[in-house]
């Protein structure tokens, strides 16, 4: 069976940093595209970064770009979120996904676009 584990999140102050890890077991990704959400209570998951299948290509949403770099290290099957400079906006439960066909090479935003997601992980944000 395929689990996908998230760790890292906490309570930190505005400006403070954190970095996320996501852990997969049960199957290799290394040719899946991966990508990171965050959801709040009462809203909709929103994305926040992607990364390709050979780790050389990201994206992110604007709100995050500049303070979040998403990496992974296919050999460990782990995906990474370090964030920077955090703000209380960036407070929400954070889940990481697996695409669900190999080998994309543009980026895909839609949670329907992506399988086998974790339970999540607490990031609270203080100011």
């Known amino acids: 069976q395929v689990q996908l584990v998230e760790s890292g999140g906490g309570l930190v102050q505005a400006g403070d940093s954190l970095r996320l890890s996501c852990t997969a077991s049960?199957?290799?990704?290394?040719?899946?595209?991966m990508g990171w959400f965050r959801q709040t209570p009462g809203k909709e998951r929103e994305f926040v970064a992607a990364?390709?299948?050979?780790?050389?290509?990201?994206y992110s949403t604007n709100s995050v770009k500049g303070r979040f770099t998403i990496s992974r290290d296919n050999a460990k099957n782990t995906l990474y979120l370090q964030m920077n400079s955090l703000q209380p906006d960036d407070t929400a439960v954070y889940y990481c996904?697996?695409?669900?066909?190999?080998?994309?090479?543009?980026?895909?935003?839609?949670?329907?676009?992506?399988?086998?997601w974790g339970q999540g992980t607490q990031v609270t944000v203080s100011s």
């Open positions: 990364i390709t299948w050979t780790g050389e290509t990201t």
């Open positions: 996904a697996v695409d669900r066909v190999p080998y994309r090479v543009v980026v895909a935003k839609g949670p329907e676009q992506y399988d086998y």
């Open positions: 049960g199957r290799s990704f290394s040719n899946y595209a």
